[in-house]
């Protein structure tokens, strides 16, 4: 395996070791494979396609209406814009220097895209995928969250150990944030109250009051804790733990670590489902995706899929996964299923919203 721009300890970048903790029906249903679980409800996970992308390719994002993935090429200095209807690259333009962390505002019209090499954070129009401002941010910026209104921004700075928020109107920072030593990963509470940053340098997620913009609490996790998500209900917060392979799960109400989910090797990014049912987590250094069930905090699945695996989303309609492998320049497409028994049925053929192979409509 070729773990091209991956390392337990350190950051490697153009060249440059960063010494950072980064670690880095009504309708037939198609059956997808026999689960041998029983009677309860099983993961189906199939990687049904695989997409060629610019180099290094670690960020992902879906637009709210399911129709393009975006893709940061770090190396490329560039976006690969994926049309989901044939899984194919319509567009991919050039972007900041070293474009990691990428985010679609809520109402679809804008990209938001950390590029660590330049400190500044790129606003890239959708609809013609033009790059319509370049806003200066902190040393090193990796992740970036919009809040729901899709007033603000929220973007790490690595080397600056603080958070940089941006007030979208204008696109300018109207505020600087202390976080924990090498912020990575932050995302925004469904109601927009808080911000949660992983914190890899000190083993820590500090949590952000939008309000005032302040740190309220701070909750220990595990080694390297590196991107974060929470769950469609704002009730948890998960985080990965690049170091301890595993996953914290944290309880919002109370900010208290409530399990810890064993995961495979190297776990990076996550992303939980629309239906909050849920997670999935790229094992960067066991080139998989573990699958976890919330309900009971395990995991009931794990897909093998490229090279480095890193950035991962999950489609608004919950029926495909998509996940960067940064170490084949690939994006792997994974159809969900659940099963009954051995029924297993992709969400995405009786949706319609599925393409490739897998799906009823291809």
């Known amino acids: 395996m070729n773990h091209r721009g991956s390392s337990h300890g350190y950051l490697t970048f153009?060249?440059?070791?960063?010494?950072?903790?980064f670690g880095l029906a009504a309708i037939a249903p198609m059956v997808l494979g026999m689960a041998g679980a029983g009677a309860g409800t099983a993961a189906a996970d199939t990687v049904i396609d695989t997409i060629s992308v610019g180099e290094d390719p670690f960020g992902v994002a879906v637009s709210p209406d399911g129709s393009h993935v975006y893709v940061t090429n770090t190396r490329g200095d560039s976006i690969s814009v994926i049309e989901t209807a044939g899984n194919s690259v319509a567009g991919t333009p050039t972007i900041g220097?070293?474009?990691y962390g990428v985010a679609v505002s809520p109402d679809g019209s804008r990209v938001y895209v950390a590029n660590s090499g330049s400190a500044s954070v790129s606003v890239m129009e959708t609809g013609t995928n033009a790059l319509v401002d370049t806003v200066t941010v902190g040393e090193f910026p990796i992740g970036v969250a919009p809040t729901p209104d899709g007033s603000h921004v929220y973007t790490t700075n690595v080397s600056d150990d603080d958070v940089s928020v941006i007030e979208t109107a204008g696109n300018t920072v109207v505020g600087t944030i202390d976080a924990g030593r090498a912020p990575n990963g932050v995302a925004v509470s469904p109601d927009g109250s808080r911000a949660y940053v992983a914190n890899a340098g000190s083993a820590s997620v500090s949590v952000i009051e939008t309000v005032g913009n302040s740190v309220v609490d701070t909750v220990g996790v595990g080694v390297a804790p590196q991107f974060v998500a929470v769950s469609p209900d704002g009730s948890r917060v998960y985080v990965t733990n690049n170091l301890d392979n595993s996953v914290s799960v944290i309880e919002t109400v109370g900010n208290s670590v409530v399990a810890t989910v064993p995961v495979g090797d190297g776990p990076t990014v996550l992303a939980v489902t629309p239906d909050g049912s849920r997670v999935y987590v790229t094992n960067t250094f066991a080139d998989s995706v573990s699958v976890i069930e919330t309900a009971g905090n395990t995991v009931i699945d794990t897909?093998?899929?490229?090279?480095s695996p890193n950035g991962v989303a999950v489609t608004p309609d919950g029926s495909r996964v998509y996940v960067a492998n940064m170490g084949d320049d690939?994006?792997?497409?994974?159809?969900?299923?659940?099963?009954?028994?051995s029924l297993c049925i992709d969400l995405g053929s009786l949706t319609g919203s599925g393409s490739g192979t897998g799906s009823m409509f291809s």
Do not use: E, F, Q
């Open 97 to 99: 220097d070293g474009p």
């Open 330 to 341: 690939t994006v792997s497409v994974i159809a969900v299923g659940k099963c009954l028994g």
């Open 14 to 21: 153009r060249g440059r070791v960063r010494r950072l903790v």
């Open 303 to 307: 897909i093998p899929v490229g090279d």
